[in-house]
């Protein structure tokens, strides 16, 4: 049964504390992407990955970091220098990512972080 | 600057009778769309894309329509049924400089409402 999964689905952290969000894909997909979404708006990328040990920032990187160590595995740190964690992430992965080629992005269930 | 606009928040319509959400865009370099639906505290699910290339995209009850010179696109659900009331964001992507399509810019998205 092939899809994203992201755990866990709600997450509490203190003020100044890194959290870590996890996302796993088995659609062995080469590109990945976190996105952002606040109430009452669109999703904004944060970074996205289109090869294992390559990522690039997206438009709201500042505050967050992330990992590409294996194709499947595309965990998102928030740390504590970024100012308004707490929202809705997704995450999301598509085919590949080449020149010339448009490949649907498919979501994860998302996590929702709450920093208290 | 909002490149992607919805500018209905919600739409409420019956059920059998068509829907119609409406998405404007202002980057003319955009040349991919496509149509998510969501439901809260859920990742959004792919419905149907477009390319600039074509004006019109069909799949079961979901149709695109694609007005280039008015930057202007539009989803038809014909018939409507209750299980289609959801938020439904418009996403546009443009190729960067290295040719690939790998950012979706997001509407904020309008909430379906289809009343039994």
């Known amino acids: 049964d092939g899809g994203i999964t992201q755990s866990p689905k709600y997450l509490f952290r203190k003020e100044g504390q890194n959290v870590t969000l996890s996302c796993e894909q088995n659609?062995?997909?080469?590109?990945m992407y976190w996105y952002r979404q606040d109430p009452g708006q669109g999703l904004r990328l944060i970074y996205y990955s289109q090869i294992v040990n390559d990522f690039q920032k997206g438009d709201i990187a500042e505050g967050y970091s992330v990992s590409r160590e294996k194709k499947e595995s595309f965990p998102l740190t928030v740390t504590s220098a970024q100012k308004n964690p707490t929202a809705f992430y997704l995450c999301?992965?598509?085919?590949?990512?080449?020149?010339?080629?448009?490949?649907?992005?498919?979501f994860g269930p998302g996590t929702r972080l709450t920093v208290l | 600057d909002q490149q992607v606009k919805q500018n209905s928040p919600s739409l409420s319509v019956q059920e059998g009778r068509i829907s119609i959400l409406n998405c404007d865009y202002t980057n003319s370099m955009f040349d991919y769309f496509l149509w998510y639906k969501k439901y809260p505290a859920e990742g959004p699910t792919f419905l149907i894309s477009?390319?600039?290339?074509?004006d019109k995209n069909e799949d079961g009850r979901f149709t695109v329509f694609l007005n280039k010179s008015a930057k202007h696109l539009s989803l038809h659900i014909v018939p409507s049924q209750p299980g289609d009331s959801a938020v439904y964001f418009c996403?546009?992507?443009?190729?960067?400089?290295?040719?690939?399509?790998?950012?979706?810019?997001f509407g904020k998205g309008t909430l379906l409402t289809v009343n039994p």
């Open positions: 477009i390319s600039s290339i074509k």
């Open positions: 999301a992965s598509s085919i590949r990512l080449l020149a010339g080629v448009t490949d649907t992005q498919y």
């Open positions: 659609l062995n997909h080469d590109a």
């Open positions: 996403a546009a992507s443009a190729r960067n400089s290295g040719g690939s399509n790998y950012k979706l810019t």
